[in-house]
Nanobody
Framework: QVQLVESGGGLVQAGGSLRLSCAAS????????MGWFRQAPGKEREFVAA????????YYPDSVKGRFTISGDNAKNTVYLQMNSLKPEDTAVYYC??????????????????????WGQGTQVTVSS
């Protein structure tokens, strides 16, 4: 059994920073990429960032580009999300996820939750104004 465990969430004032971590445990697995998504109350799960291990390419939506940075360690299936200049609209539960293989074309599916295979339980991020 694979477990992804997020940590680092919390309450921060607007303009502040947080660093989220996600570590894998349990059965060893090899991932093609890892990503972060978030879900605010009453809203759909939203793509936040992804990193493809081969080449180290990173992907972000416009809403977080320039403020968030994803990084990680492929060998450990560990991924981080550095979040700077946080805004109240960043408030959500943040989930990390593992994308196991490129069968569907990662460059076309990296922002779609359906194509990720393993998920963490989420960590709450609250940004106060």
């Amino acid at each position: 059994q694979v477990q992804l465990v997020e940590s680092g969430g919390g309450l921060v004032q607007a303009g502040g920073s947080l660093r989220l971590s996600c570590a894998a445990s349990g059965r060893t697995f090899s991932s093609y990429a890892m990503g972060w998504f978030r879900q605010a109350p009453g809203k759909e799960r939203e793509f936040v960032a992804a990193i493809r291990w081969s080449g180290g390419n990173t992907y972000y939506p416009d809403s977080v580009k320039g403020r968030f940075t994803i990084s990680g360690d492929n060998a450990k299936n560990t991924v981080y999300l550095q979040m700077n200049s946080l805004k109240p609209e960043d408030t959500a539960v943040y989930y990390c996820a593992a994308y196991l293989n490129d069968g569907y074309g990662f460059t076309s599916t990296f922002n779609r939750a359906h194509f990720y295979d393993y998920w963490g339980q989420g960590t709450q991020v609250t940004v106060s104004s």
